[in-house]
């Protein structure tokens, strides 16, 4: 079975400073994609990243980055310089790729985030 | 463009009434996807449908949900005579495709509380 895990429920910095947020998954598939969410107080889940099992690259954009380390199945996320704006619940997810694919997302519990002034 | 388009954003019921949400999708996204998050279950996979092939019905909790999709595009879901366990945020999301690198878009929801 797969398996999300956000330990972190609850985080709160002050702005400015960097927070990171963990993400740790479990399959026994070889092919999947992670991805990260942000919901803000509106209610929408917008889209922030995608990274296939493949691809250990980190990447950066902007104040955000990535980590990716397939040898502790973690996928975490940091924020760099936090502000305000940023509050929010950040959900990790879990799909998997090829003939396991249903469709379907599989969430973490979400961390959330209160970044103060 | 226009992103994901659910309705009603709120919906207040009693509890045994029937329900229907409505979902359409950003044009041209040929997967549609529904999504209940409450407090106790987090985000959870309800159902999926991708262009004309048989809907995912496996994360429906029970008989009393059904959902449907006219013309590829639109899709309801509908909950008959609702309990007060049915209280939750319902979410729908579109994607591209169905291969799972694409990223599934979410509009707002809709926030149903059964009285």
């Known amino acids: 079975a797969q398996k999300v895990t956000q330990a972190q429920t609850e985080i709160s910095v002050v702005e400015k400073e960097d927070v990171t947020l963990d993400c740790v998954y479990e399959?026994?598939?070889?092919?999947?994609?992670l991805f990260w969410y942000k919901q803000p107080p509106s209610g929408e889940l917008v889209f922030l990243i995608r990274?296939?099992?493949?691809?250990?690259q980190n990447e950066i954009s902007g104040r955000y980055s990535w980590n990716f380390q397939k040898s502790t199945s973690s996928f975490n996320f940091t924020i760099t310089a936090s502000q305000v704006v940023d509050s929010a619940v950040y959900f990790c997810?879990?799909?998997?790729?090829?003939?396991?694919?249903?469709?379907?997302?599989?969430f973490g519990q979400g961390t959330t985030l209160q970044v103060k002034p | 463009g226009a992103g994901v388009s659910q309705s009603p954003s709120n919906k207040v019921t009693e509890k045994g009434k029937d329900v229907e949400l409505r979902c359409d999708p950003i044009?041209?996204?040929?997967?549609l996807y529904w999504y209940r998050q409450s407090l106790g279950q987090g985000l959870e996979f309800l159902i999926y449908?991708?262009?004309?092939?048989?809907?995912?019905k496996s994360g429906l909790p029970s008989d009393r949900f059904s959902a449907e999709r006219t013309g590829g595009s639109v899709s309801t879901l509908t909950i008959q005579r609702t309990q007060q366990e049915d209280s939750a945020v319902y979410l729908c999301?579109?994607?591209?495709?169905?291969?799972?690198?694409?990223?599934?878009?979410f509009g707002d929801g809709t926030r149903l509380s059964i009285l």
């Open positions: 999301a579109s994607s591209l495709g169905g291969r799972s690198n694409q990223p599934q878009h």
């Open positions: 399959t026994r598939d070889t092919t999947y994609y």
């Open positions: 990274r296939n099992s493949f691809d250990e």
């Open positions: 997810a879990l799909i998997l790729h090829g003939s396991s694919n249903t469709g379907k997302l599989i």
């Open positions: 044009s041209g996204h040929t997967a």
């Open positions: 449908f991708q262009g004309n092939s048989a809907p995912d």
